[in-house]
């Protein structure tokens, strides 16, 4: 095992059962009061089992569940083969909509290294060198250069072209390419512009659509399962019907409204589209949004046809093919209900997938306007179509501003305009708006809980997001009396956020909540009689 300090990008074909590890000595210190010893649960190591199936050579840890050691060398070379055919297709214009970026980012790195006190993970690590964002950009471009230019071919290490490519340098880079959140943060600070993420997400392809590789949360159970049920979560339609009769029932007997959830309405002006996970793990959420579209009489309908319901679309974190699929699906489901526009619920990546990626896969008449939900809270708000009492909402809230509405979008200001409207204690995270950390669960690590990824996730992608929440709260967090609560309005960022406050105990221990945004905007109406968050009943 090298010292991550001495690690180079030529390294990554070493031999060693494990290049570097996550020294717990060297994280990122978390603020009070979690500083004390016995406050965070302890690492540990990658059982042998692991070693010997999957490929924890990298940092001990598991990303890549279905990415299993060859038994022969035949197998070995064909998998090496196969990823240089790959790579290969990158460069060329078979990569549509991705070749100029990518080309850009790949060729023009000046190697001032400012992205990396800019990376989340690479900080929160310790500064350990494999989590640098310009590593893995190395390692690729060492590749391309030994394999695919005249120098390199004849030179080798003389011009760069200096690394082993065997099983364990490819699979390496595979399990470096979900070690990234995509969060952008880098690209950002980059003062040429450049996106080490394009270069991630590039890898991650080849694995899926040359090599047939991705981690079983977000291909089999997420995409497959979503073309062929409805739903990244399974749920059928027959399943998600008697889901929205329930949700019906509930709100009547817990909140006194009686509402009808429109399904499948011709016409409407609003198609809403949910992370269907919300009605498995959190139906308070969809719950909201059906009682503030009421209250403020919107035209709106959900839709029941395949995909209609879900506008989960894991396909944009690894395998363009997948995402178009899905994209297609759902422009698809609304072009038949006949609705004005499509509104994306509280999902981050949901919203890139319709606004961003999905717009460029639709033309002419098949397109429908889509539109995210966060201006349209904002407007119920500004232009008084809902009453409401912030007194209700009188306890410390801070936002986590996800980051494909914010830094991937520009949807900054709706959410804390509303927020400031309803929470008299609202206070910003640090830093915040386009310059706020990823929650830690971006590209898919928010569902991806195979082997020991979770511990990664939580003790090194999550831990800057659970300083910033330590930090929003100093002024209180000692009193495990009074509730605190981190508004974040996107299912994949609440999974993350729901995660760390478990794994280090901080709902049980200091009272701090987590939600949505249209649980607050419900808790405050004037028309709600109780509660609406469980946490503030008495």
Known sequence: MIDHKNLRPKDMGRSDEQLVRVNPRELMPLLPPYDQPGMEPPLTDPKPAWREKFCTSLDGYVGIDTLTRPKTKEEENKFVQMFLNGLEKSFSDGNNGALQPFLLSFEYCAK?????????????SGKNEVYRPIFRSEVLRKIVKKYFTKSGKLLGGFVGADIDVNWETIARLGELAYRCNLCRRCAQTCPLGLDNSILTKEIRKIFSQEMGIAPLPLHTKGTVLQLKTGSSTGITKPAFLDTIEFLEEDIEEKYGYKIKFPID?????????????????????PIAFAILFEEAGLDWTLSSEIAGYDNVNYGIWYDDF?????????????KELGVKRIVIAECGHAHKAAMIVGDRMTYGDDKIPVESCLPLLWDLVENKRLKLDSSKNNFP???HDPCNYVRGMGIVEPQRNVLKEICPQFREMTPHGVNNYCCGGGSGFAITNSVNFSEWR????????????????QDTMADSNQPKYVCAPCSNCKGAIRDILEFYEATTKFNVQYGGLVELMVNALVSMKKPFMEFLEE
């Not at 992205?115 to 690479?122: D, F, K, M």
């Not at 997948?322 to 609304?334: P, S, T």
Request: charged share 20%; hydrophobic share 45%; glycine share 4%.
């Open 112 to 124: 001032c290294d400012t992205c990396s006190s800019a990376c989340h993970v690479y900080e929160a």
């Open 265 to 285: 309405k011709k016409g409407a002006d609003i198609l809403l589209i949910h992370n269907a996970g919300e009605f498995m793990a959190w139906p308070e959420n």
């Open 322 to 334: 997948q995402a178009k699929k899905l994209a297609l699906l759902q422009m698809k489901a609304a």
């Open 397 to 399: 809230v801070t936002l």
């Open 458 to 473: 939580n003790k090194v992608s999550s831990r800057m997001k659970f300083n910033q929440i330590l930090g929003a709260f």
